[in-house]
């Protein structure tokens, strides 16, 4: 089933057109990478379908509902989370209390679920301490951790492996890959090894538009993605 | 009098009010606009002016041409000074964030304010205009000859109103050729593109800052000299011209200076001529709820284009 | 002790040294002690918005004005109980900053300070153009038979006290009852990182509005508690001075902490208490301190002790 769909989804800014009539389908349950070189239109596209930007033409489609004129907090409410890909948390708040933030929205219980939220990411010793303390790294799994709070349908992940250490990085796949069971994930990433290996479907944008889209290993053989990585004709 | 004639009467007093009110605003719209910030404390240098020109008037005494001369000169310079010792010492350690710089203007505003009233008083003072000679105006009626002029009792005007609208025009202009004409000019609109790449090119943005904030003082202090000798200078005297700015300048759109000049006449026009029909406080309220939502729903200002 | 623990014997303990004061102090003292107790819960309803919800409001003064009024013309002109005119000018102020909240709401940062003074200021020049009924700045007062609520009579001194003192003691409990529960928590989120809320799933726009209206009926409360209280409407609490002066209060007492309103109120007043003694020119007090708290202490007396002593405050 498809869980999520967009249709011509197109955005400019001026006369600038960040995406262009990109057609996305997320089926439930799939590891849908989203890579591209810089400035192909990535997080722009993201904003459509979280709704922190409004398109200038195209449809998003939810979980068999039109998304398209809700605004940000009410996709979010159907079951759609986001991680931002400059680290937003809470910095003057406590890391139980950003995780506790997303919990209590939902209706759950902080006392049980922020802990466990914590731990799956491994940050459960530092709960008490101040989350604009905490080092790059462990700020962005503290917005995994958000994340995962949040029990989505959909994670969107802009980036989540941006200054984290190669330790860290492998702890990062294994919990994707430990994901899986449970939600659907978009993953916008530069790391390839990260890619790679936890991306069932890979969907390549350049220049605002869908250049391939296909498995890991298509992907890479793909000539058109090589040109447009490596800039060679 | 008659609606017709009354109703020049009150285009007059309205033009007066308007050139006022358009140095005033300029001065603030063109703090907002290269600085970004709000000051709030604008209309307490409207008052210094007024009240050094008196200050001056009286010190230098002679014939009141003379004495009005030098505040027309000396008070503004010294309002401007002042204002740039503010924007160096305060302001710059507020670092312009936009909400501290309110609240520190507000603070401003009562230092100088109950630093008047401390110093100067309580009391209402005039200045003595260098000329003041009354003009009687005609006006045009269906006699039994046909078309003729006559003089109704209670139109007229003086050279000093008039002079008054002369001069804000003349500095109006010499404002906007500064902006738009000279280097310096040219270094402010850069500072107010992108402070950042101003510093970069080597432009001294703080030192850019502080003559901007100086020089908008300067302008309200000068409007201010101008009407001194029509109103009174008093230590309250800049509550009204702040808000009055304030409606100018947002309803002109945040730093346009040709927006600007534009709600100042509408608005000081419209002052004079609305309070035929209405009381001045129903005038006002009207005023006060139309910026409000201007701001809302129109934030770009009723004059300026909407941003892409 | 738990943190909530202290907290709870902080809040608490104040309410109960308020409470002794005032058998001990004298007069002078303890008519201050009532008019500051009554302030202090318009700084309560200001430090709502402005230190828990992160929006600076230059307009505060005519939702304390509504109440003020709300509840002044029913006594007035009606020959309302003053129970029912208080619940009357605690509507009004609830009734204006929803309307107010919805319109200014749809701005930010700047545009939100100005479009709070510019209503603000509609609403002084308001109860001036209708002078007939509230005698503008002259105002009017409320006659001591007239000021009898249930049959005790508040323009006795120590009946005024007890009544600033639950009005305080309310309004202190509810808001720290507030900042526990998940809508004060909501609201702190907001004013750390308004986006990031949001794509929490959260409703920027209601718990913002939710957080004028309470902010605004409990400024309305405090300025219908003045009046009563006091036996004196006036249009002088609507303008822009009245706007600053809980603004004041807020930053000198600490920002987004629950003491802070008091200790603020109580300090400015007692200031400008000992400045009017000296001079005409006391509101220079207000310009200096005003200038001062955003060099150098930003945070104020109750953020001081927050960052140095009792990092537990709330």
């Given amino acids: 089933m498809t869980l999520l769909g967009a249709r011509m989804l197109s955005k400019d800014f001026g006369g600038l057109h960040a995406v262009r009539n990109v057609d996305i389908d997320v089926p439930e349950g799939q590891i849908r990478a989203l890579i591209g070189p810089n400035g192909a239109g990535k997080t722009t596209l993201i904003g459509l379908i979280c709704g922190r930007l409004a398109p200038t033409s195209g449809t998003v489609r939810f979980a068999d509902q ?100 190669d330790s860290e990085i492998d702890a990062f796949k294994a919990l994707i890959r430990d994901l899986k069971s449970e939600t659907t994930i978009l993953l916008i990433e530069h790391n390839m090894s990260v890619v790679m290996e936890t991306a069932d479907i890979i969907t390549v944008l350049n220049f605002g538009e869908v250049l391939a889209e296909g498995t890991p290993s298509a992907i890479r053989a793909n000539p058109d993605v090589q040109a447009a990585y490596l800039g060679t004709g | 009098m008659e609606f017709g ?34 000051n709030v404390a604008h209309g307490e240098f409207f008052m210094l002016g007024a009240v050094l020109a008196w200050w001056i008037a009286t010190t230098m005494g002679g014939h009141p041409a003379a004495g009005f001369a030098a505040a027309l000169i000396v008070a503004p310079i010294l309002v401007g000074v002042i204002a740039a010792a503010a924007d160096m010492t305060i302001l710059k350690r507020v670092d312009y964030d936009p909400e501290r710089t309110i609240v520190v203007t507000i603070g401003l505003l009562y230092i100088i304010q109950q630093l008047t009233l401390m110093t100067y008083g309580p009391e209402a003072r005039p200045v003595e205009p260098p000329f003041n000679t009354r003009l009687a105006l005609p006006w045009i009626e269906w006699g039994e000859n046909g078309l003729g002029l006559y003089w109704p009792w209670g139109l007229s005007t003086t050279t000093y109103k008039l002079a008054v609208i002369g001069a804000a025009a003349v500095v109006l202009i010499g404002v906007w050729l500064l902006m738009t004409r000279t280097r310096i000019g040219l270094v402010m609109r850069a500072t107010q593109l992108d402070r950042e790449m101003a510093q970069a090119f080597g432009i001294p943005v703080e030192r850019i800052y502080a003559l901007v904030f100086g020089l908008g003082a300067a302008l ?49 026009m419209s002052d004079g001529i609305i309070s035929v029909f209405f009381t001045p406080t129903l005038a006002k309220i009207l005023a006060t709820l139309l910026v409000a939502l201007v701001l809302v729903f129109r934030p770009q200002g009723l004059f300026g284009a909407r941003p892409a | 002790m738990t943190e909530t623990q202290k907290s709870l014997a902080l809040h608490f303990g104040l309410l109960a040294l ?96 100005i479009v709070t003074l510019m209503f603000a200021q509609a609403g002084y020049l308001i109860i001036l153009y209708f002078g007939e009924w509230t005698r503008g700045d002259e105002g009017f007062v409320i006659q001591q038979v007239q000021r009898s609520l249930w049959g005790i009579d508040l323009s006795d001194p120590t009946a005024r006290y007890f009544a600033a003192w639950m009005l305080f003691s309310a309004c202190l409990a509810l808001s720290l009852w507030l900042i526990r529960h998940p809508f004060g928590r909501t609201l702190i989120a907001i004013r750390e990182n308004e986006s990031r809320a949001q794509m929490l799933g959260y409703d920027v726009f209601r718990h913002k509005l939710g957080a004028v209206v309470l902010s605004g009926t409990i400024s309305a409360a405090a300025g219908a508690a003045y009046a009563l209280l006091f036996g004196y409407a006036g249009a002088s609490f609507a303008t822009v001075q009245y706007s600053i002066l809980p603004l004041l209060w807020v930053l000198l007492g600490g920002a987004g902490t629950l003491i802070g309103p008091f200790l603020g109120t109580l300090f400015t007043f007692y200031l400008i208490d000992i400045a009017s003694a000296f001079t005409t020119a006391y509101m220079l007090v207000v310009g200096i301190v005003l200038v001062a708290l955003t060099l150098f202490a930003r945070q104020g007396i109750g953020g001081e002790i927050r960052a140095r002593l009792w990092n537990w405050l709330p």
């Fill in chain 1, 66 to 165: 039109d998304i398209s004129h809700l605004p940000a907090h009410r996709r979010i409410r159907l079951g759609i989370a986001y991680t931002f890909q400059i680290t937003s948390i809470f910095d003057r708040l406590t890391l139980h209390e950003n995780v506790a933030l997303a919990v209590r929205r939902l209706g759950g219980d902080p006392a049980t679920e922020v802990p466990a939220a914590l731990d799956r990411v491994g940050l459960l010793q530092h709960q008490r301490r101040l989350a604009g303390d905490l080092s790059y790294g462990h700020q962005r799994l503290l917005e995994i951790a958000m994340g995962l709070a949040q029990k989505p349908r959909l994670l969107i992940l802009d980036e989540p492996t941006q200054g984290l250490s």
């Fill in chain 2, 5 to 38: 004639p009354y109703l020049m009467l009150a285009s007059l007093e309205g033009a007066v009010t308007a050139a006022v009110l358009a140095l005033t605003a300029v001065g603030l719209s063109l703090v907002f606009g290269v600085m970004r910030v709000v």
């Fill in chain 2, 220 to 268: 309200a202090a000068l409007g201010a000299v101008l009407i001194v000798p029509i109103q009174q200078a008093h230590y309250l005297m800049g509550g009204d011209p702040l808000l009055l700015s304030f409606i100018v300048v947002i309803i002109g759109g945040l730093g346009s200076l040709p927006g600007t000049v534009v709600a100042a006449i509408l608005i000081g």
């Fill in chain 3, 18 to 113: 308020l409470f002794a004061l005032q058998f001990i102090l004298p007069a002078y003292h303890h008519g201050n002690l009532s008019r500051i107790m009554v302030l202090a819960t318009y700084a309560i309803g200001y430090n709502l918005l402005f230190g828990y919800t992160g929006l600076l409001s230059l307009g505060h003064a005519m939702f304390f004005a509504a109440g003020m009024y709300g509840m002044g013309l029913m006594i007035r002109h009606l020959g309302f109980t003053p129970a029912p005119a208080l619940l009357i000018g605690v509507l009004a102020g609830l009734a204006l900053s929803a309307a107010v909240g919805a319109l200014a709401l749809r701005t930010t940062g700047v545009a939100f300070m």
